[in-house]
Structure formats: structure tokens, C-alpha cells
């Protein structure tokens, strides 16, 4: 499966921005999904997940309550709403796919992925 993430872009603090992920290719096997970021310098690291039919969701604890992921299998789409953003939200955020019948491993782990986008730049200034 492809993916490619966009809706990315500088925004003042307290905005909000909806990123999406487009998926192609292998999209008849069910994916959980999630959704990850790095900042300069770091390394990348988990915001949230949501199961494939959406029956389970989690969320880094930093974006709980201003963050929204969502999916839309209809249209093999993945979204993560963000609000209230903050300068530490500043990152490259990818969403990452795992198909849902394989078992074993971490979820919150970039590792338990097989398959990520190039990401999107979002930069939020103060």
C-alpha cells in the first residue's frame, strides 16, 4: 500500500489544521493506521492510532484532547484534526500502516508499521 500525506503548512499558535492520508494500492486489506511525527533533530514518535474499522482509537498523552484522528475507508483516507496547536507541535508528521492481521509487536512503535508516507511539514509559529 502507498501512502501520501498532505494539508501541512505554517500556522500561528492556537490554530488548526487537518492533515489527510491517502492510501492506494493493496487498499482491499484492512490497515490499522496511525499516525506519527519527528521534529528536527529527534527522533519520530507516536501521536495517535485508530483501529481499522475505527472501533479503537489512542492518543499520545500531549495531544489528548486537541488532536482527532479519523478515518473514512470509503474514500482510503486517513485524518488527523489538529487544534490548539502549540510550537511543539512543529514537526514532519507521517501516517503509518500495519495490516490488522498480523499480531505481535507495539503499536505505538514506528517499527510495528511496514508501510509510511514522505510526510507533511507542519510548523507552527509563537
Known amino acids: 500500500v502507498q501512502l501520501v500525506e498532505s494539508g501541512g503548512r505554517l500556522v500561528q499558535a492556537g490554530d488548526s489544521l487537518k492533515l489527510s492520508c491517502a492510501a492506494s494500492?493493496?487498499?482491499?486489506?484492512?490497515?490499522?493506521m496511525a499516525w506519527f511525527r519527528q521534529a528536527p533533530g529527534k527522533e519520530r514518535v507516536f501521536v495517535s492510532f485508530?483501529?481499522?474499522?475505527?472501533?479503537?482509537?489512542s492518543y499520545e498523552d500531549s495531544v489528548k484532547g486537541r488532536f482527532a484522528i479519523s478515518r473514512y475507508n470509503a474514500k482510503n483516507t486517513l485524518y488527523l484534526q489538529m487544534n490548539s496547536l502549540k510550537p511543539d507541535d512543529t514537526a514532519v508528521y507521517y501516517c503509518?500502516?500495519?495490516?490488522?492481521?498480523?499480531?505481535?509487536?507495539?503499536?505505538?512503535?514506528?517499527?510495528?508499521?511496514?508501510?509510511w508516507g514522505q510526510g507533511t511539514q507542519v510548523t507552527v509559529s509563537s
Open positions: 503509518e500502516a500495519r495490516p490488522t492481521e498480523w499480531t505481535g509487536g507495539i503499536n505505538r512503535s514506528p517499527s510495528y508499521y511496514p508501510y
Open positions: 494500492g493493496r487498499t482491499s486489506t484492512n490497515y490499522d
Open positions: 485508530i483501529g481499522s474499522h475505527g472501533g479503537y482509537i
